[in-house]
C-alpha cells in the first residue's frame, strides 16, 4: 500500500536559518503530493501541493519539488523565522480516490 | 465562511461510556474523513465517506461507528470507550475531484481515563 516516511524531529533551527525536510513515498501510479502544517492547537493547513512530476509547490517561502524519480518531495525554506515553528506533515493522496497517507510528522522549533 | 467545524473540541470519558463527535462542513464537499493523531504516528484514517448514504472503513476503524445521512455532516460514534482511544480527533473534507486539498477542522481531544 501507500507509504510515506519523513524525517523524525524535532528540528531546532535558528531564525533565518535553512530548513529542510525530507520525505519519500511508496505509491502506485502518480499521486498527488501534499506538505500540510500545524501550528501548536489548531488544526492542520495546506501549505502546497504537487500533481504530477516535476511540478514546483510554493506558500509562504516554502517550496518542494515532486521528484518521481527518487519519489521524493522534500520541503525546503530559505531563511526560516519564530513564526514557522510548527509541525510539518508530509502526505500523498492516491492515483485514485480521495484518502491521504500521511507521514509521521516533524516537528520544527525556530529560536530567535 | 466556517469551512469544517467540530465539536466539541475538548471531552474527557471514562472506559466504557460511549459519545459523538461531531463534524459539519459548509462548502458542499462530497468528500470527509475521520483522522486520529497520535504521537509520532502522524494521522491515521479511520473512516471516510464519498458522500451522503456511503461510508468505508480506513486504516484503524475498530471500535468506531460512522453514517453520512446529509452531505454537510459525518459524525464519529465511540460505541464503548477504551483508554487505547485517547487521541486528537480531526475531520476533514475536499471536493469530488482527485487533486483538490483536504479542508481539516480543528480538532477534539479527547481522553479516557
Known amino acids: 500500500g501507500d507509504s510515506v516516511t519523513q524525517m523524525e524531529g524535532p528540528v531546532t533551527l535558528s531564525e533565518e536559518a535553512f530548513l529542510t525536510i525530507n520525505c519519500t513515498y511508496t505509491?502506485?501510479?502518480?499521486?498527488?503530493l501534499f506538505w500540510y502544517v500545524q501550528y501548536p492547537g489548531e488544526g492542520l493547513q495546506l501549505l502546497l501541493k504537487?500533481?504530477?512530476?516535476?511540478d514546483k509547490g510554493s506558500n509562504k517561502g516554502f517550496e518542494a519539488t515532486y521528484r518521481k524519480e527518487t519519489t521524493s518531495f522534500h520541503l525546503e525554506k530559505g531563511s526560516v523565522q519564530v513564526s514557522d515553528s510548527a509541525v510539518y506533515f508530509c502526505?500523498?493522496?492516491?492515483?485514485?480516490?480521495?484518502?491521504?497517507?500521511f507521514g509521521g510528522g516533524t516537528r520544527v522549533l525556530v529560536k530567535p | 465562511n466556517a469551512g469544517v467545524t467540530q465539536t466539541p473540541k475538548f471531552q474527557v470519558l471514562k472506559t466504557g461510556q460511549s459519545m459523538t463527535l461531531q463534524c459539519a462542513q459548509d462548502?458542499?464537499?462530497?468528500?470527509m474523513s475521520w483522522y486520529r493523531q497520535d504521537p509520532g504516528m502522524g494521522l491515521r484514517l479511520i473512516h471516510y465517506?464519498?458522500?451522503?448514504?456511503?461510508?468505508d472503513q480506513g486504516e484503524v476503524p475498530n471500535g468506531y461507528n460512522v453514517s453520512r445521512s446529509t452531505t454537510e455532516d459525518f459524525p464519529l460514534r465511540l460505541l464503548s470507550a477504551a483508554p487505547s482511544q485517547t487521541s486528537v480527533y480531526f475531520c476533514?473534507?475536499?471536493?469530488?475531484?482527485?487533486?483538490?486539498?483536504?479542508?481539516f477542522g480543528d480538532g477534539t481531544r479527547l481522553s479516557i481515563l
Open positions: 505509491a502506485t501510479g502518480y499521486p498527488s
Open positions: 465517506s464519498v458522500g451522503a448514504g456511503i461510508t
Open positions: 476533514a473534507s475536499s471536493g469530488g475531484r482527485n487533486n483538490q486539498p483536504q479542508h
Open positions: 462548502m458542499n464537499h462530497e468528500y
Open positions: 504537487a500533481t504530477k512530476a516535476d
Open positions: 502526505a500523498l493522496r492516491g492515483a485514485a480516490g480521495n484518502k491521504l497517507t
